[in-house]
């Protein structure tokens, strides 16, 4: 039987996903958008889910850009079937109600780059290569890069990267804020367990809240997504969370959420 080209672990609700096409960089293809849209009709079911990382098989990459070869030969129409498909699918992982964190463990690049822009923050091994080569082939990026690049980096940046196709390391990345952090390659994993450990000890209502909040607020003006913090925020004190959290400090105890 072949491998699966996405591989999933669900440790307690903390689900890692592997993008797993090692011998082409991880290239999405219809294939492994296909797979990742079968996960994500699970995981949108999931009872429990506290968060979802998503990184690329092997040491080399992240995703290394949409499946050229499987692109070269499209009419108009394919492609825009073909980038429809990957737009709906980064989407619903954008939707996803917890928080979702690229683990970028190598070249993160054109389509590869896009997704990393559509999880909630990005955090990068020290031999990572950043950038939205489309130009370099001919095209423009197609799965969000246009888009999502200049609302977290802003358009001049944005530009420069989409227009150029230069590639950039990670601390450049770093300093132009498309990952939060960065780190030797061994220490992702050490980064993921941290990570787990501590969205398990918060609250889950009250994570999923501040995602809420801040997704929903970047489209609205200031005053509407100030109202739905404060909606939001009093919603907490219809939670046992809220509960059990503010009992907790004051009883000079950990919190069992
Ligand atoms: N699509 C298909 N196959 C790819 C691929 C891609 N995006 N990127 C790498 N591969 C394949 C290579 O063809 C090669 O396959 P073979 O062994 O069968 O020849 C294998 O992965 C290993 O790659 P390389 O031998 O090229 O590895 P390298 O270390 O020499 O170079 C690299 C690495 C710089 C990332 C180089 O592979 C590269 O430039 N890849 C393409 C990057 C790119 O242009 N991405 C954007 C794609 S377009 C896009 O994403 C559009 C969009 O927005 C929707």
């Not at 992982?93 to 590869?112: Q, S, T």
């Not at 046992?240 to 004051?250: C, K, L, R």
Request: proline share 5%; glycine share 8%.
């Amino acid at each position: 039987m072949s491998e699966a080209v996405i591989e999933k672990v669900d440790n307690d609700g903390v689900v890692r996903l592997t993008i797993n096409r090692p011998q082409a960089l991880n290239a999405l293809n219809s294939q492994v958008l296909t797979a990742l849209e079968k996960e994500l009709t699970e995981l949108e079911a999931h009872p429990n889910l506290r968060a979802v990382l998503i990184t690329g098989a092997g040491e080399k990459s992240f995703v290394a850009g949409a499946d050229i070869t499987e692109m070269r030969e499209k009419t108009p129409e394919e492609a825009r079937a073909f980038a429809g498909q990957a737009l709906r699918t980064i989407k619903r992982l954008e939707a996803l109600p917890v928080p979702v964190v690229a683990l970028v463990n190598g070249f993160c690049l054109g389509g590869g780059c896009e997704l990393a822009l559509a999880c909630d923050w990005a955090v990068a091994s020290d031999n990572a290569i950043f950038g939205q080569p489309e130009v370099l082939l001919g095209v423009i990026p197609g799965f969000g890069g246009t888009q999502r690049l200049p609302r977290r980096v802003g358009p001049a940046m944005a530009l420069d990267l989409c227009a150029t196709g230069r590639k950039i390391d990670a601390t450049e990345a770093l300093r132009i804020g498309l990952v939060n952090r960065v780190m030797p390659q061994a220490e992702l994993e050490a980064y993921a367990d941290e990570l787990t450990k501590q969205l398990m000890g918060n609250g889950p209502r009250a994570v999923r809240g501040a995602k809420q909040a801040i997704h929903d607020g970047m489209d609205q003006d200031l005053d509407s997504a100030l109202a739905l913090e404060t909606s939001l925020f009093a919603l907490c004190f219809a939670s046992e969370e809220q509960t059990e959290g503010m009992s907790a400090f004051v009883e000079k105890r950990k919190p069992n959420f």
